[in-house]
Each structure stands twice: as C-alpha cells, then as structure tokens.
C-alpha cells in the first residue's frame, strides 16, 4: 500500500475507533467512530484519498464517518482485521519501517482516537485492549526518541476484557508535540507550562551577564517570555519580576537578587 501522511493518520485512528465491516463485497466499508467531535473535519482528508463516505449519528450524539470500498481495501491490505479487533489488533509492519514523518502522522492518528492528555500536567496516556499493540505501541514510540511505561488493569465493564495503558511524561510529551505538530484533528495538547504546579525546579546553573534594561521569565515555554502567554502567565512574570527586584536590607519581606532593577 502506498502509505502517506493521510493514509498513515487514518490508520492510526482505525486501529483505536475504526471497525472493517465483514458483511458482502457490495457492503464493505470502513466505520469510524469520532464520538462528539466534528466528523467533518476529516472530510479534506478523505477527499484527498478519493473515497466516498457518508455520516450517520448514533444515540448519546455519537457519530460515526463511514468510507467506502477504497480506504477498506487499504486497511485490510496493511493487516487490520475484520470485525471485532479490540483485543487482537497491532501496529502494521509497513508503518513501524516507514519514514519518521509517516510515523509521526500515524501516531497523531492513534492519539486523535483513545489518547488523552492530562489537562493539569505534561502526561499522555493510551489504553488498549490489545496486549500485543501495548507492546508494540511502546517499540514504536521509542523509534521516535520517546520514553513510555506500560501498566495493566484486570478485567472489568461491559466487555472484561483486561487494559494495558501506555503512559508517556515530562519531556517525551513536548518531544510528541512537537513531533506531531498540527496533525491531530480531535485531541489537542493542552499548553503546558514549563513550570508545573507544585513541582519545585532546582537552579543547576548561574552567570553573570551584562544588564540589558529588561527582565526576562525564562520558566515559560512559548515566545512570549517578556509578558507571558495570557493573563495567568503574565501574573506569574509579574510575580517572578517582583521577587528577583524586591530591595534588600530594608527588613521587609524578600531579598532580591537585582534590587535595582525597575
């Protein structure tokens, strides 16, 4: 299968939300459930690989995008099972030796559809129900320079089927963002701080360099490091400037490290 960056990234999210239908040839299609997001935002991606495909929404607002005969020829071709897949389905051969940026398209794919981002710190978890595509999910992340850890939880819902969860943090999730870029669709990253709440960072390093007039927060991660990224940020500077500014030897509060800064 000639594999792109569109076919990488639907890939990735058929192995987590997707289900080849097993029925007649006529009735073969591909179903991909996108939950309460806007299946719409696929419809470029699926105009580009030629497909047909049509929408259709389930109780509790589920929706579902359903591809036609074309995007199931190449599913099947790269080694996706038919029907029930949850606790049998893996990476396919031909993406794990694909170049790095097909990778990074499909990895941004199997995000979109079980991954989930900690909303408060830099984590990312995926769980599956597939033994076999825990482990091979964590090879894969480590051809990306990616640091995982997998854990498992026993048997339980509906389905008691046993999960493993493959947990990534710290640095190797600024290493996927940066990686995936803007190829997610559904699951955005949140904009992590590069100082965390309640995590104390320890200075390793000090020099002295000459004073240029301005102060600079140097614990934000975005551009913005003169006045920060929105309004809680910039209290954070405010805070950071007042503390390295604040007088010395006058009894009240903190000693400054650059008392005469304005």
């Not at 935002?41 to 509790?60: A, G, H, M, Y």
């Not at 990306?144 to 640095?171: A, E």
Request: hydrophobic content about 40%.
């Amino acid at each position: 299968v000639p594999i792109g960056p569109d076919v990488a990234y639907l890939t990735g999210l058929v192995i987590g939300n997707g289900h080849l239908t097993s029925g007649k040839p006529r009735q073969k299609s591909v179903q991909l459930s996108v939950g309460n997001f806007n299946p719409e935002l696929l419809v470029p991606l699926v105009q580009r690989l030629d497909s047909p495909f049509f929408f259709t929404e389930k109780n509790r607002g589920n929706r579902e995008i359903r591809l036609g005969v074309r995007v199931f020829g190449m599913m099947e071709a790269l080694g996706i099972p038919r029907g029930a897949k949850a606790a049998t389905v893996t990476i396919p051969a031909q993406i794990a030796k694909s170049p790095v940026q097909i990778r990074w398209a499909f990895l941004a794919g199997l995000v979109d559809s079980d991954g989930h981002w900690d909303p408060d710190r830099p984590r990312f978890r995926y769980v599956t129900a597939s033994e076999k595509l825990a482990h091979t999910l964590m090879a894969f992340l480590s051809t990306l320079g990616i640091r995982s850890r997998m854990t498992s939880q026993p048997p339980s819902g509906r389905g008691k089927l046993r999960c493993w969860t493959i947990s990534v943090s710290s640095k190797s999730v600024e290493q996927m963002i940066h990686g995936m870029r803007d190829l997610t669709l559904f699951r955005k990253p949140p904009a992590y701080s590069a100082y965390p709440r309640g995590k104390a960072l320890n200075i390793f390093q000090t020099s002295r360099v000459p004073f240029d007039g301005f102060l600079y927060d140097l614990t934000t991660t975005t551009e913005n490091y003169l006045a920060g990224k929105g309004a809680l940020t910039f209290i954070h500077n405010t805070h950071v400037a007042g503390t390295v500014a604040a007088l010395t030897n006058n009894g009240v509060g903190v000693a400054g490290v650059a008392p005469l800064v304005r």
